[in-house]
């Protein structure tokens, strides 16, 4: 079946435009997570939604991030006024399970953000 | 969020069994051992999880523990495929799965 997908797959952006990344769950996950990605590090937890509602999202590393689900399917991570620390690897993963650490997450394959 | 502890590196030959650790020695009763894997240019990829049992599937076996303070990754046959950066991570019974991963350990496969 479909996993995760992310779209677009690579993004340049010049410092201080403002982007937006999408991500396409599992059919039927409720929850859905951000991550960023810098490199050479693991994942760093950014937001989780449960269905629509934002649960968490004490990982957003500043106001010019903005991640939203609103009818607790497609979700889009946007980021105002791009600085060139914003440059990473921005993965989003979906889970069946509301919660539960008996349940896997399925993770896209990410968008590379890079601001110039 | 409870720590995880992995050796940064390690090496294996193709077509022999590799042992990946993990120490967790401040894990909760009711924490969940997982592990994931990301290929070079790639999202991670569930692999494996367990609780207390050692736990088979169609990608490793994971060995746990009995004091549940570490526990081992099994690859019976490394492949080049499996060439990977794996992380070990724990996750919560009882709250929803935000996931601490920290900087794995970067499995190299000679052939």
């Known amino acids: 079946g479909a996993g995760v997908s992310q779209s677009p797959r690579y993004k340049v952006a010049k410092r201080g435009q403002d982007v937006a990344l999408r991500c396409d769950p599992i059919?039927?996950?409720?929850?859905l997570f951000w991550y960023q990605q810098a490199l050479g590090q693991g994942p760093e937890f950014l937001t989780y939604?449960?269905?629509?509602?934002?649960?968490?999202k004490s990982g957003l590393p500043s106001d010019r991030f903005f991640a939203e689900r609103p009818e607790g399917s497609v979700s889009t991570l946007k980021i105002q006024r791009t600085q060139q620390e914003d440059s990473a690897v921005y993965l989003c993963?979906?889970?069946?399970?509301?919660?539960?650490?008996?349940?896997?997450?399925?993770f896209g394959p990410g968008t590379r953000l890079t601001v110039t | 969020d409870a720590k995880t502890t992995q050796p940064n590196s390690m090496e294996s030959n193709e077509e022999e069994p590799v042992h990946l650790p993990c120490n967790h020695s401040?894990?909760?009763?009711?924490?969940?051992i997982h592990w994931y894997r990301q290929l070079p240019s790639q999202g991670p990829e569930y692999v494996i999880h367990?609780?207390?049992s050692n736990v088979n599937n169609r990608m490793a076996s994971l060995a746990i523990a009995e004091d549940r303070k570490s526990s081992t990754l099994i690859l019976h046959r490394a492949t080049l495929r499996d060439a990977a950066v794996y992380y070990c991570?724990?996750?919560?019974?009882?709250?929803?799965?935000?996931?601490?991963f920290g900087t794995g350990t970067k499995l190299q496969v000679i052939p």
């Open positions: 939604f449960q269905n629509e509602a934002q649960l968490d």
């Open positions: 367990g609780l207390t």
């Open positions: 991570i724990l996750l919560e019974s009882g709250g929803y799965q935000k996931v601490t």
């Open positions: 401040t894990i909760s009763g009711t924490d969940y």
């Open positions: 993963a979906s889970s069946l399970a509301r919660t539960g650490g008996g349940y896997e997450q399925y």
């Open positions: 059919s039927g996950h409720v929850s």
